[in-house]
């Protein structure tokens, strides 16, 4: 099993910043792609942004210009700096990782168990 575990959510004000961390773990595995979903309440999941293996990133246009994704590939970590936060940035983010695994290479699509980040003054 490859498990992700997500930090760094909280309370800031509008206009602040947050960084969020996504570490993955497990044995045998490759990861493919990597990203940051967000669901708010009464909401549906959404993409906020994604990064490929080979770097390119895509980010939905509410939050491009503001978030930032990059990610650490010997460390198999994903970050998603948030700026200019607003306060409809509320919502649980939850990271996201698809990949292979295990002796034949099995796909895989892992989920973190979500972090909130609350934008209030």
């Known amino acids: 099993q490859v498990q992700l575990v997500e930090s760094g959510g909280g309370l800031v004000q509008p206009g602040g910043s947050l960084r969020l961390s996504c570490a993955a773990s497990g044995s045998d595995f490759s990861i493919s792609a990597m990203g940051w979903y967000r669901q708010a309440p009464g909401k549906q999941r959404e993409l906020v942004a994604s990064?490929?293996?080979?770097?390119?990133?895509n980010y939905d246009d509410s939050v491009k210009g503001r978030f930032t994704i990059s990610r650490d590939n010997a460390k198999n970590t994903v970050y998603l700096q948030m700026n200019s936060l607003k306060p409809e940035d509320t919502a649980v983010y939850y990271c996201n990782a698809v990949g292979s695994r295990g002796s034949k290479w099995d796909r895989f699509n892992a989920w973190g168990q979500g972090t909130q980040v609350t934008v209030s003054s």
């Open positions: 990064i490929i293996s080979g770097g390119s990133t």
